[in-house]
């Protein structure tokens, strides 16, 4: 079987090679294309996994290619991982965003909307590629937003699209862990859109156990989550909600944050991992080693400025060990060998929100078998939550009219109608400031 994936000089590529070498089943992946644009990276990466794979006999093969059609053609499954613009670009974003005093996080409000506007037409022509030369194949999209993106390519590949993230997962198990259940055999009902999503319940055996940690303090405090928005304010909720929700409920502790770090997270991990390309031109660096490094402080300092915010202190080892690749592997073994399994991810809508319409990408459990992955009927969300989905969902959509559009009004409005933009002003000196430092928003008039 024949996996492609997009953005193959990226990072965290060896993550997904990583689970990969531990696949020893019948229709397994044989052979992973990376394609990408920078050829130096591509090579980089391409080092990192020939150390993985060293010993493993049935190691998938590894080839590269900047030949986006040859690296389509034949493919089973491709994994959309592209990051158009570079840490650079999220730096940028960043960087805009707290200049007018607003977040720039690269999901979340302003941050995020840039970001969307430059890689929605990337991720749709891609989509169309894929349409053309690989038609038979699913793409598993792990580009960010990944809501958004998922979305926009869903207009091109229907439901052989599917957005992963692994946030949802980490929490239910973070969850699962301090209830002293197996993650595995718990039922999550997480529902919301990607990065706003919230846990109202996990099941064990048929009993929702999340009543009982919410009524522990000391229980609901010994986590991530606990530490990152305090008890009470989870007991009000009366849910767990995605540690990126922290960006909504203490937004003004969020920007101060950010405006006061040494380096925003883009900048960090920009300056980091141009150290790591930069030490892969040494043809005798030892390739796994420095990724290995590089890749521990990357995660260590994940969403270092929320937790100094709220005195959560640093990450707990379980939680540096990633996860989306896991993600990744179990949902192509369900498509190609039927192994039918139960996943949080980003699908189209079809009914399962209510206050969506049908074609809307949510985050939500899914049953996957070979005909892909089908949302489960979920109950509605409280109000609160509900406005702030509608809400979002609908800068998503204004954000997807303005790609396709080319409106530079169209992505003032998309600006000024996110939650965390307080202003039309604002909103009309973001679209000047982010189309003045990306070339990938000249498409706006």
């Given amino acids: 079987m024949k996996l492609t994936i997009l953005g193959g000089g990226g990072f965290r590529v060896p993550l997904v090679y990583g689970a990969l070498l531990g696949d020893h089943a019948e229709g397994r992946v044989t052979h992973v294309v990376l394609h990408d644009l920078d050829a130096g990276r591509l090579s980089a990466v391409t080092r990192v996994l020939a150390e993985q794979a060293a010993g493993v006999p049935d190691a998938p093969e590894v080839s590269a290619t900047t030949d986006l059609d040859e690296a389509l053609t034949g493919a089973d499954f491709v994994f959309s991982a592209i990051r158009v613009g570079g840490l650079e670009g999220r730096a940028n974003d960043e960087k805009v965003a707290l200049d007018e005093g607003v977040l720039g996080q690269e999901t979340v409000g302003a941050g995020g909307i840039a970001y969307g506007l430059r890689t929605v037409p990337v991720a749709e022509d891609i989509a169309r590629r894929v349409a053309r030369v690989a038609p038979d194949a699913w793409v598993i999209n792990f580009t960010n937003p990944a809501g958004l993106v998922t979305e926009a390519m869903s207009r091109h590949l229907g439901d052989r699209v599917i957005g992963i993230c692994d946030s949802?997962?980490?929490?239910?198990?973070?969850?699962?862990?301090?209830?002293?259940?197996?993650?595995?055999?718990?039922?999550?009902?997480?529902?919301?859109?990607?990065?706003?999503?919230?846990?109202?319940?996990?099941?064990?055996?048929?009993?929702?156990?999340?009543?009982?940690?919410?009524?522990?303090?000391?229980?609901?405090?010994?986590?991530?989550?606990?530490?990152?928005?305090?008890?009470?304010?989870?007991?009000?909720?009366?849910?767990?909600?995605?540690?990126?929700?922290?960006?909504?409920?203490?937004?003004?502790?969020?920007?101060?944050?950010?405006?006061?770090?040494?380096?925003?997270?883009?900048?960090?991990?920009?300056?980091q991992q141009a150290g790591f390309y930069d030490e892969m031109k040494r043809p005798d660096a030892a390739a796994l080693t420095a990724w290995d490094r590089t890749r521990a402080e990357r995660e260590a300092t994940y969403m270092a400025e929320a937790r100094e915010t709220a005195g959560a202190g640093e990450r707990d080892a379980d939680d540096l060990s990633g996860g989306y690749e896991k993600v990744a592997l179990a949902l192509m073994r369900a498509i190609a060998r039927d192994e039918r399994t139960t996943l949080i991810l980003n699908v189209r809508n079809r009914g399962t929100l209510s206050v969506l319409d049908a074609e809307a990408v949510i985050e939500v459990p899914c049953l996957v078998d070979a005909n892909g992955a089908h949302p489960v009927t979920v109950d509605p969300l409280p109000d609160h939550a509900s406005g702030l989905v509608c809400s979002v969902k609908a800068v998503e959509r204004e954000v997807l009219a303005a790609a396709e559009s080319g409106s530079r009004t169209t992505a003032v409005k998309a600006f000024a109608l996110h939650p965390l933009v307080d202003s039309v002003n604002v909103a009309r000196r973001l679209v000047d400031g982010y189309t003045a430092v990306h070339p990938g928003l000249a498409y706006l008039k």
């Avoid at 007991?235 to 960006?247: D, K, M």
């Fill in 168 to 271: 949802p997962v980490g929490l239910g198990r973070r969850i699962a862990r301090v209830l002293g259940a197996n993650p595995g055999e718990a039922w999550i009902d997480y529902v919301g859109l990607n990065h706003l999503g919230w846990v109202r319940g996990l099941r064990i055996n048929g009993r929702d156990e999340l009543p009982r940690l919410l009524a522990d303090p000391d229980l609901l405090g010994s986590f991530e989550e606990g530490k990152l928005f305090g008890t009470d304010w989870l007991q009000s909720l009366g849910a767990i909600p995605n540690e990126y929700l922290h960006y909504y409920y203490f937004n003004r502790e969020a920007v101060r944050a950010y405006s006061e770090a040494e380096k925003t997270r883009g900048a960090f991990l920009r300056d």
